[in-house]
């Protein structure tokens, strides 16, 4: 092999090389949804999940993080747990929307690990300090976390390859109030920290924020759900009907697809 083939093959492999995430997540459905898309992605991989309360108190955020990583085959993730509120404001929940645990009704089997000694703040501070330039941050929770980060060590978003936040809504109707996105309305001090924190910084270095006007143009329907059953080799196929009778519970094989 030549000179220039070794460069373009290294470029191609470099390419192919999954990008080191650091999720922090306030599992909720929605979030839920992004730790299985993740997970089976060859395009990824989670160096740690970091939980903030959200749509659910922190530890619920907890179990539901360690469950659904069980569920997946992926219990040597390390799950480190943040606040247990907001910097400033009283913590509000959804589980009118989420449900009573956040995961819908699903019923997820109980985690069989506890999470990391470390809090979610440490995690941001040390992991970012032992891959300075590799981890991409992405928040699709409350930034409580990271702004706790920020104030144990500004260094933390200079180590970053990239943030990537879900949240805010512009020239968009809000879903919290008419023009507040959920989760910069959870915790709006800890964004205005984050995002003071890029002030100084080159344009480049700023975070991509995904707002309602993006997260709200992406729609899973019944289709969607029996399609991936049916990639899954999942059997009953999933046909699901909004006249199915309430409590009507999934009996799929794999259990990804059932929870």
């Known amino acids: 092999m030549g000179e220039d083939e070794r ?3 290294h470029e191609v492999d470099t390419a192919r090389a999954p990008i080191p995430l650091l999720v922090d997540v306030d599992t909720g459905i929605d979030d839920a949804l992004a730790l299985l898309y993740l ?3 060859p395009e990824a991989e989670i160096a740690a999940v970091l939980c903030t309360a959200g749509n659910v108190p922190v530890h619920q955020v907890a179990t539901n993080t360690l469950a659904w990583l069980e569920v997946c085959g992926r219990p040597d993730i390390e799950v480190a747990v943040g606040s247990t509120v907001p910097l400033v404001a ?3 929940t959804t ?5 009573p645990r956040g995961v819908g009704y699903a019923e997820l089997p109980a985690p069989t690990r506890d999470p990391s000694a470390r809090s979610a703040a440490e995690a941001w501070v040390e992991l970012t300090r032992e891959r300075p330039g590799e981890l991409t941050g992405l928040v699709t929770g409350p930034l409580t976390n990271l702004a706790l980060a920020v104030r144990l060590d500004p260094g933390v978003l200079t180590r970053l390859r990239r943030l990537v936040v879900m949240g805010g809504c512009f020239n968009h109707p809000g879903n919290t109030t008419p023009t507040s996105e959920w ?3 959870v915790d709006p001090e ?3 920290v984050v995002f003071d924190a890029f002030a100084g910084l080159a344009p480049e270095r700023r975070p991509l924020l995904c707002p309602l006007d993006t997260t709200e ?7 969607h759900i029996a399609r991936i059953a049916e990639l899954a080799g999942s059997v009953p196929g999933e046909d699901l009907s909004p006249d199915d009778p309430r409590g009507r519970r999934s009996r799929a094989s ?6």
């Open 254 to 259: 794999v259990p990804v697809v059932r929870h």
């Open 183 to 185: 989760n910069v309305a």
């Open 217 to 223: 143009s992406i729609e899973m329907h019944p289709a």
């Open 7 to 9: 460069v373009r093959a």
């Open 90 to 92: 009283p913590l509000m």
């Open 190 to 192: 800890a964004a205005k």
């Open 95 to 99: 589980e009118d929307t989420h449900g």
């Open 39 to 41: 997970l089976a992605s």
